[in-house]
């Protein structure tokens, strides 16, 4: 089996930039997030449609986000 159908684009995400990578594997779609800085995958799902497995992932890596805490450097 081959990927099809691969998109990669870059989103802002509860105020933090990430990537967004989809592609499609026999009929399966994949979607994995990473955040852009230092590149680390933190979410995934899987769907029959792009745009379900990309707003299963896209909630999961919001929700991951918004457990994450900023410290403020000076």
Partial sequence: MKAE???RRRLELAGW?????TH???DVYYCTINNVDPGARFARAEGPTREEAERQALAKAERYLAQTKRHPTS
């Fill in 5 to 7: 159908g691969y998109e």
């Fill in 17 to 21: 930039p990430i990537e967004v990578e």
């Fill in 24 to 26: 499609k594997l026999g």
